[in-house]
């Protein structure tokens, strides 16, 4: 089946530097692939729909300057979270589709926690 | 505003009784209903869709639109069904992306 990997599981970092996390399609093509955070006990929230080859698409209140999203090929999608604070610390996870069509099933990645000191 | 709401955040149930998770959402379109499970210390996967209209690990889920419901239920638990359960929709925002219920902890007890 389809697998998507995302990296790294888990990271830790200081308040003010920035943290990269990667999400591979890994045996097939994704064109959009989507970006979730979800607290303890919470939902995921979608954060933003990644286009490859384009800008992405932020939802309302996510702010796209320190959520940085970038989708240079058919198979990455890489989120960056700058100048990260402690209010960052969450869990991250990217999904794609195989297909574009309706009712496609997303895949998920494992999720990337991150903990912001 | 939150699309999908499903009311109970914990639940549990002994091996061999009926389930049933409740998942209601609020879209005036014609939408398109999944839910989707997370086992222990896996990732998040498709359960079932309310368009195939199948049974997955005997688990069904009827799309109500009177009701605006899309609730999941099996009769007779296992012990392997203890996870996390998420009602999404995929309304009219394009692109394909979906709204996710807050989740459901389903615990048997052997």
């Known amino acids: 089946g389809a697998v998507v990997s995302q990296h790294p599981s888990r990271v830790i970092c200081k308040s003010g530097t920035s943290v990269k996390i990667e999400c591979r399609s890994l045996d097939f093509q994704a064109t959009t692939m989507f970006w979730y955070r979800q607290f303890p006990k919470q939902s995921l929230m979608l954060m933003a729909t990644?286009?490859?080859?384009?800008?992405?698409?932020?939802e309302q209140g996510v702010e796209k300057d320190k959520f940085l999203i970038n989708h240079a090929s058919l198979t990455l999608s890489t989120l960056t979270v700058t100048s990260a604070h402690p209010e960052d610390s969450s869990f991250y996870i990217c999904?794609?589709?195989?297909?574009?069509?309706?009712?496609?099933?997303?895949?998920f990645g494992n999720g990337t926690r991150l903990t912001v000191t | 505003a939150q699309r999908v709401t499903q009311p109970e955040k914990l639940l549990s149930v002994f091996k061999g009784a009926p389930v049933e998770l409740k998942c209601n959402y609020s879209?005036?379109?014609?939408?398109?209903l999944f839910w989707y499970v997370q086992y222990s210390r896996q990732r998040l996967q498709l359960l079932l869709r309310?368009?195939s209209r199948e049974s997955i690990k005997g688990f069904t889920a009827d799309l109500n639109k009177g009701e605006t419901s899309f609730h999941l239920k099996k009769p007779f638990a296992q012990e392997e069904d203890s996870a996390m359960y998420y009602c999404a929709l995929k309304g009219p925002w394009g692109n394909n992306r979906l709204a996710f219920g807050k989740g459901n902890q389903v615990v048997v007890i052997p």
């Open positions: 990644s286009n490859e080859g384009s800008k992405a698409t932020y």
């Open positions: 309310h368009i």
């Open positions: 999904s794609a589709r195989v297909l574009q069509g309706e009712g496609s099933p997303l895949h």
């Open positions: 879209y005036s379109g014609s939408p398109e």
